[in-house]
């Protein structure tokens, strides 16, 4: 059986039933977040790092560079430096910055030795693309293999009072068009036929539906006219937060004001096929 992704990650598909744990479905069910290693749940915010792991051994291999510009506490450089993949983290908050390199430090080197780098900089900025350059040319890369953006779901949560938190973005198009100005500055440097991820989930605004997801899938191939829409996967959202030990009183709140409790993530999965 060929496996056309051969070039592009480690799996040898002659053993392809070994591979029970990688995901293939596009609805996600993850019973809860993986606190091993250096992984903790202390950072408001941050992902689950099953996300992260399971595109790396799907579309990357052992020495490939993995682009988070959304790195937050340090989930994927944790991730790419378990699996030997190098990482590269764009983060906004220095003192958030602080607390990633901290957590990644904490995780054990792979035998293939890897760099972890993390850069505090506005990820729409001009010198925040140089910086990605400047660890490619010292990896000895010429392009990125994978780009994973989890950007903040608009405003739900505020992580700052910055001015380029996307977080604080005045409206949902300003949102969309300033994540639109991320995939714009860092796609150009992912290598053909390699995938780019966005995690996102929608969220209500006066009683009224925002779908986030889509709005961000449709920038995300207007600004990279060579990405292609591969799959939009469903997670389930577990363990949330904000409703923690209150099912019954969202429940209760759902009935009363007609509408549904949000249990999903998207997960969007482009392509750069030119």
């Not at 009072?161 to 973005?169: G, P, T, V």
Request: charged share 25%; with cysteine.
């Amino acid at each position: 059986m060929k496996n056309r992704d051969a070039c592009i990650n480690d799996l040898n598909l002659k053993n392809w039933k070994e591979y029970g744990d990688i995901l293939t479905d596009s609805l996600w069910f993850i019973g809860g977040r993986d606190n091993s290693g250096a992984h903790n749940n202390a950072y408001h915010g941050n992902f689950i790092p099953q996300i992260p792991n399971q595109f790396m051994q799907r579309f990357t291999k052992k020495g490939d560079v993995v682009l988070d510009p959304f790195l937050g506490s340090g989930t994927t450089l944790i991730e790419s430096k378990k699996l030997g993949r190098h990482g590269i983290g764009i983060e906004l908050l220095p003192e958030v910055a602080r607390i990633a390199e901290q957590n990644i430090g904490q995780e054990s080197m792979h035998p293939e030795k890897v760099v972890s780098k993390v850069i505090v900089a506005d990820n729409t900025s001009k010198r925040a693309r140089e910086k990605v350059e400047r660890c490619l040319n010292q990896i000895g890369a010429d392009k990125l293999h994978m780009i994973i953006l989890h950007p903040p779901y608009h405003d739900i949560i505020k992580f700052s009072d910055r001015r380029e938190d996307l977080c604080n973005a005045e409206s949902v198009e300003e949102f969309t068009a300033r994540f639109g100005d991320v995939v714009a500055n860092f796609s150009g440097l992912l290598e053909k036929n390699r995938y780019l991820a966005v995690v996102i989930g929608d969220k209500y605004t006066n009683s009224a539906w925002v779908p986030l997801g889509f709005y961000l899938m449709q920038e995300t191939l207007n600004r990279d006219k060579g990405l292609t829409l591969k799959s939009i996967l469903i997670k389930n959202m577990t363990n949330n937060r904000a409703k923690l030990n209150q099912e019954n009183l969202w429940r209760y709140r759902a009935l009363l004001g007609g509408f549904y409790i949000f249990k999903h993530e998207y997960i969007l999965v482009f392509k750069k096929t030119s």
